[in-house]
């Protein structure tokens, strides 16, 4: 009797214990995928449940009684962060609510954009601020105050040296737009108006954004041989830091021309040093061989665009001005490759999209570097140009600090096949790197480099940013000839806790959000 007793009582406890499971009620449980949580290197079979816009669990499912409206089966799936690309255009996107949406991004798995990049950002923050929340977007956004925009608002496009009482109107501009929640703010250093501007003016406004906490992100000066090149402009992007005391981000870190492939391991070796000194340095990286900027930006003289394009075109046509214009043009070409390298890829006049400067030169019966100018006169036009090297590719790839970046923007494929491409090249078929760094080095790394909190990893009380993708079919389509070709073998993207994607269909929802610096 007593043996029967005890028997009944130990059941009993069993029950008790069974019954004492924590009970979690979540709108999305993820079971059965390959978990990568963002930070570790080796994935977990991990469930994950999430509530309202948080994840509320991380673990094994039979450890909790979980209760979910909507379960989805990742077998045979990789369950991610979403991923947080930290340089890109979609700004133009995202303020027109025909494309606010985002799907060019959004599609590759990406689930919070930083805009405002390369100096340029649409002014001020708290406008567009408002203007997304209101019309809704289809990721979240990351604001950045673009240094050109406090330039033209003080001292216009010219190339001018600003007096000490414009200086404090531009630090005052600067302190307004950290108020409003930027995280931090861009240059383009290789562009005008930046490209007028002195180290030294650029560390007067960039501790104003370190008194703020922000980040210092930058378009080097030169990432080739045009002006002091490229090992001078990642010493200039240090000293910036270094004096200003903030962290330094350099976007779209490349070898950019034969004249300085192979300089990777310099470029490595002088960032290590700086690390080691305990300046905050990173870096951010597209997969492709190709550049992508505006013609004038790739191949006209700097001097000659100052004051905006209608004067640079004047120059190129007035007597006084045109030989030195033309002779510095063909320079410029030479150093991307030749005309041959140079590949338009927007261009309002069809006679020109999608053909070679060498082609186009051809065309027109005039050398190369006359060419560009009738060119330009079309309206806006951006190239794409072949220069860069595997070795350098490859070298920024493997390093710690570099994370995944897009630098999308209109006629490149990488604006849509970025993060896909790098998986599916460089981890999948030339295995370059794993999929950990690939997954850490384009979620939680962003994440703290940026200083975005709660975004970027797996974590219970973390925003459910999630993505779960088939690592078969996990692509990118876009390329040269076609740069709008959505990527595929996404399956899933939850943004704040809400469906964007399923079953690999965009839902229609703009679950994202304008994310705000504290």
């Not at 003080?154 to 307004?176: A, F, N, R, Y």
């Not at 186009?360 to 560009?372: F, G, N, S």
């Not at 599916?424 to 994440?447: E, L, R």
């Not at 899933?492 to 839902?507: D, M, P, R």
């Amino acid at each position: 009797m007593r043996y029967k007793t005890n028997i009944i009582y130990y059941f009993m406890i069993i029950l008790a214990f069974s019954c004492a499971k924590d009970k979690t009620d979540a709108d999305i449980l993820i079971i059965n995928g390959t978990v990568y949580n963002g930070v570790d290197t080796k994935p977990s079979n991990n469930a994950i449940a999430i509530k309202d816009d948080k994840i509320v669990f991380v673990g094994n499912p039979s450890e909790v009684n979980i209760k979910a409206h909507k379960t989805i089966d990742a077998m045979g799936l990789i369950v991610s962060p979403g991923f947080i690309d930290p340089h890109t255009h979609a700004d133009r996107e995202l303020k027109d609510s025909a494309t606010s949406h985002n799907k060019p991004f959004l599609l590759q798995g990406i689930t919070t954009v930083v805009v405002g990049n390369d100096g340029d950002s649409f002014y001020p923050t708290e406008k567009y601020q408002k203007l997304y929340s209101e019309q809704g977007i289809g990721t979240n956004a990351v604001q950045l105050i673009g240094h050109h925009e406090i330039l033209e608002a003080v001292i216009g496009k010219s190339d001018v040296k600003p007096t000490p009482e414009e200086m404090v109107k531009m630090q005052e501009l600067v302190q307004k737009e950290m108020d409003a929640g930027a995280f931090g703010m861009s240059t383009g250093l290789y562009y005008a108006p930046g490209s007028y501007t002195s180290t030294n003016e650029v560390i007067t406004l960039a501790k104003i954004v370190a008194e703020n906490d922000g980040i210092y992100d930058t378009h080097l000066r030169d990432e080739s041989s045009n002006t002091i090149g490229l090992i001078a402009s990642v010493q200039e992007a240090i000293e910036i830091g270094r004096k200003a005391k903030l962290p330094i981000h350099i976007s779209h870190i490349k070898c950019l021309g034969v004249d300085v492939w192979h300089q990777s391991d310099s470029v490595i070796k002088i960032i290590e040093n700086a690390r080691n000194e305990g300046i905050e340095v990173t870096a951010n990286q597209y997969p492709y061989d190709a550049s992508g900027t505006s013609l004038n930006a790739a191949v006209s003289p700097r001097w000659a665009e100052s004051g905006g394009k209608d004067s640079l075109l004047y120059r190129a046509s007035h007597p006084k001005f045109r030989d030195r214009v033309f002779k510095e043009t063909k320079i410029n070409i030479a150093r991307r490759g030749g005309p041959k390298k140079l590949l338009i890829v927007k261009c309002t006049d069809s006679t020109f999209l999608g053909k070679t400067l060498q082609q186009i030169a051809k065309l027109l019966d005039m050398p190369a570097e006359e060419a560009v100018y009738p060119i330009l006169k079309t309206g806006y036009v951006r190239v794409a140009s072949f220069n860069m090297n595997p070795y350098d590719i490859h070298n920024f790839m493997k390093q710690d600090w570099v994370v995944t970046g897009s630098d999308g923007n209109t006629g490149h494929p990488r604006k849509y096949g970025t993060f896909p491409r790098k998986y599916h090249k460089y981890v999948k078929q030339d295995s370059i790197i794993d999929m950990a760094t690939f997954i850490n080095g384009s979620t939680s790394k962003t994440a703290e480099i940026f200083k975005i909190p709660k975004r970027g990893k797996l974590q219970k009380g973390y925003y459910a940013d999630v993505i779960i993708f088939n690592p078969k079919t996990f692509k990118d389509k876009a390329d040269y000839k076609d740069a709008f070709q959505y990527a595929e073998g996404l399956e899933y993207s939850i943004i704040n806790g809400k469906l964007s994607v399923e079953k690999g269909t965009y839902t229609g929802a703009l679950n994202g959000r304008v994310l705000k610096k504290n």
